[in-house]
């Protein structure tokens, strides 16, 4: 009896990120609804083919720092802490968020002379403090940065 041969499965070539089962849509907020709006309103609409997500909940809260979004710009996801999906948090703060994090798509980083690669160049801060609530959203970050800590 001649044995089949093994289908071999087609797995995805992109990186990790884009595997993960991970979703847009939150309790309170669409983050795709929210990127959409400062896409159009900060950058022309010039950010196309992104993925914004809610990340991994984790079983334990971070104890010293937090960390609210981060940005792959390789496999153009952006993921933003699910811990933000709640009712307290004010639609405008998850603006400022996805703000900062598209910056990083179009403000270039530097290297110093140290040989140490800086995102938050000054360019970034100056187009970062452009936001139109930066002011209120760094007071309300700092007011409420214990409420997402352990």
Do not use: C
Not at 115 to 121: A, E, L, P, S, Y
């Amino acid at each position: 009896m001649a044995k089949k041969a093994k289908r071999k499965l087609a797995r995805s070539t992109l990186p990790m990120q884009r595997q993960l089962n991970l979703r847009h849509e939150g309790r309170y907020f669409d983050l795709l609804h929210i990127f959409d709006r400062v896409n159009n309103r900060h950058f022309r609409g010039r950010l196309r083919g992104y993925k914004v997500l809610w990340g991994r909940r984790r079983k334990e809260r971070p104890k010293e720092y937090f960390i609210f979004g981060s940005i792959q710009e390789e496999d153009r996801v952006i993921r933003i802490h699910p811990l933000l999906d709640q009712p307290f948090v004010p639609r405008w703060f998850l603006e400022y968020v996805l703000y900062h994090e598209m910056l990083h798509s179009v403000v270039p980083e530097e290297t110093d002379s140290t040989g140490r690669r800086r995102v938050h160049t000054e360019e970034f801060y100056r187009r970062e403090k452009a936001f139109p609530r930066y002011r209120r959203a760094r007071r309300w970050e700092d007011e409420n940065l214990a409420r997402f800590l352990r």
